[in-house]
Protein backbone atom coordinates (compact mmCIF):
# COMPACT_ATOMS: atom_id res chain seq x y z
CA UNK A 1 0.00 0.00 0.00
CA UNK A 2 1.15 3.79 -0.68
CA UNK A 3 0.88 6.35 1.36
CA UNK A 4 1.20 10.43 0.55
CA UNK A 5 3.74 12.36 2.79
CA UNK A 6 0.35 13.88 4.82
CA UNK A 7 -0.28 10.27 5.99
CA UNK A 8 3.19 10.19 7.20
CA UNK A 9 3.07 13.12 8.82
CA UNK A 10 0.01 11.92 11.34
CA UNK A 11 2.17 9.33 12.94
CA UNK A 12 4.54 10.90 15.71
CA UNK A 13 7.46 9.23 16.32
CA UNK A 14 9.91 10.29 18.87
CA UNK A 15 13.47 9.29 20.81
CA UNK A 16 12.67 8.38 24.30
CA UNK A 17 15.18 6.83 27.28
CA UNK A 18 13.56 4.16 29.31
CA UNK A 19 13.60 4.97 32.68
CA UNK A 20 11.76 2.03 34.24
CA UNK A 21 11.52 -1.62 33.32
CA UNK A 22 9.00 -4.31 35.17
CA UNK A 23 8.07 -7.25 34.85
CA UNK A 24 4.77 -7.71 33.23
CA UNK A 25 3.21 -11.21 34.42
CA UNK A 26 -0.72 -10.50 33.38
CA UNK A 27 0.30 -10.42 30.17
CA UNK A 28 -0.37 -13.26 27.32
CA UNK A 29 2.99 -13.31 26.22
CA UNK A 30 6.21 -12.44 27.83
CA UNK A 31 6.60 -8.76 28.18
CA UNK A 32 8.08 -5.97 29.99
CA UNK A 33 5.98 -2.90 31.43
CA UNK A 34 8.00 0.17 30.31
CA UNK A 35 8.17 3.82 31.64
CA UNK A 36 9.26 6.16 28.85
CA UNK A 37 10.96 9.37 29.24
CA UNK A 38 9.83 11.62 26.19
CA UNK A 39 11.20 15.39 27.76
CA UNK A 40 9.65 18.14 28.95
CA UNK A 41 6.88 18.49 26.18
CA UNK A 42 5.95 15.35 25.92
CA UNK A 43 6.74 14.18 29.05
CA UNK A 44 6.90 10.08 30.41
CA UNK A 45 4.66 7.43 28.66
CA UNK A 46 4.20 3.90 29.91
CA UNK A 47 4.38 0.86 27.32
CA UNK A 48 4.16 -2.79 27.32
CA UNK A 49 6.88 -4.38 25.11
CA UNK A 50 7.59 -8.21 23.95
CA UNK A 51 10.68 -7.96 24.21
CA UNK A 52 12.25 -10.44 27.05
CA UNK A 53 13.44 -13.04 24.39
CA UNK A 54 16.44 -10.45 23.70
CA UNK A 55 16.90 -7.86 26.22
CA UNK A 56 16.91 -8.19 30.33
CA UNK A 57 15.40 -5.25 32.16
CA UNK A 58 19.08 -4.25 33.19
CA UNK A 59 19.60 -3.91 29.00
CA UNK A 60 16.79 -1.53 28.49
CA UNK A 61 17.56 0.84 31.56
CA UNK A 62 18.74 3.85 30.41
CA UNK A 63 18.54 2.95 26.70
CA UNK A 64 17.01 5.00 24.36
CA UNK A 65 14.37 3.91 21.84
CA UNK A 66 11.74 5.28 19.19
CA UNK A 67 8.78 4.65 19.63
CA UNK A 68 5.04 6.13 18.32
CA UNK A 69 3.82 8.73 20.83
CA UNK A 70 0.32 9.41 19.01
CA UNK A 71 -1.81 5.95 19.48
CA UNK A 72 -4.67 6.64 21.25
CA UNK A 73 -3.83 4.37 24.79
CA UNK A 74 -4.52 0.18 24.87
CA UNK A 75 -5.74 -1.78 28.03
CA UNK A 76 -2.86 -4.55 28.16
CA UNK A 77 -4.35 -6.98 31.13
CA UNK A 78 -4.77 -4.46 33.84
CA UNK A 79 -2.02 -2.19 32.35
CA UNK A 80 -2.70 1.15 30.06
CA UNK A 81 -0.18 1.47 26.90
CA UNK A 82 0.27 4.97 26.25
CA UNK A 83 3.29 4.43 23.18
CA UNK A 84 4.34 1.55 20.51
CA UNK A 85 8.08 1.16 21.26
CA UNK A 86 9.42 0.49 17.72
CA UNK A 87 11.27 -2.76 16.25
CA UNK A 88 11.92 -5.21 13.79
CA UNK A 89 11.34 -9.00 14.01
CA UNK A 90 14.06 -11.38 13.82
CA UNK A 91 13.89 -15.08 12.20
CA UNK A 92 12.14 -16.11 15.35
CA UNK A 93 9.57 -13.38 15.13
CA UNK A 94 11.05 -11.47 18.20
CA UNK A 95 11.69 -7.93 18.57
CA UNK A 96 14.81 -5.86 18.03
CA UNK A 97 14.84 -2.34 18.91
CA UNK A 98 14.93 0.04 16.67
CA UNK A 99 17.10 2.92 18.51
CA UNK A 100 19.42 6.04 17.51
CA UNK A 101 22.82 5.23 16.24
CA UNK A 102 24.13 8.07 18.87
CA UNK A 103 22.36 9.49 22.29
CA UNK A 104 20.54 12.20 21.57
CA UNK A 105 17.82 14.54 23.62
CA UNK A 106 14.93 13.08 24.65
CA UNK A 107 11.66 13.77 22.54
CA UNK A 108 13.40 14.55 19.03
CA UNK A 109 10.79 13.69 16.19
CA UNK A 110 11.67 11.12 13.90
CA UNK A 111 10.90 12.51 10.76
Same mark, same amino acid.
Given at each position: ?????????? &??? $??????????????????? $?????? %???? %??? $?S??????????????? $?? &??????????? &???? &??????? %????????????Q??????????? %?
Amino acid at each position: MTINWSDFEK &IDM $RIGTIISVDDFPKAKKPAY $RLSIDF %GNDI %GIK $RSSAQITSHYSKNDLLN $RQ &IIAVVNFPPKQ &IADF &ISECLVL %GVYDQNNDVILLQPEKNTNNGLKI %G
